[in-house]
Nanobody
């Protein structure tokens, strides 16, 4: 059973920083792309950033230059968020492509809440 567990969400003031973590667990995991998505109240879930197994990254225009996605091993990913704005307030979800032995399957975490407010 594959699980993705996020942590690090909190209340932070505008201009502040926060680091989110995501850990994938399960037996004999082979993880390819990992990413972060977010969903603000009343809005659709949107892509924030992704990182491939080789380290290739992609960022949404809204977070370029402020957020950094990283991996310290194949099963963990992090999202360093700087210069936070109120519009960054959302539930942040971890996402990963995991090899099932037959094909790549996509998994989601349950999310962690980030609130940017004075």
């Amino acid at each position: 059973q594959v699980q993705l567990v996020e942590s690090g969400g909190d209340l932070v003031q505008p201009g502040g920083s926060l680091k989110l973590s995501c850990a994938a667990s399960g037996s004999n995991l082979i993880v390819n792309r990992m990413g972060w998505y977010r969903q603000a109240p009343g809005k659709e879930r949107e892509l924030v950033a992704t990182i491939g197994s080789s380290g290739t990254t992609f960022y949404a225009d809204s977070v370029k230059g402020r957020f950094t996605i990283s991996r310290d091993n194949p099963k963990n990913t992090y999202l360093q968020m700087n210069s936070l704005k109120p519009e960054d307030t959302a539930v942040y979800y971890c996402n990963a492509d995991v090899w099932s032995g037959i094909k790549w399957l996509n998994y989601w975490g349950k999310g962690t809440l980030v609130t940017v407010s004075a």
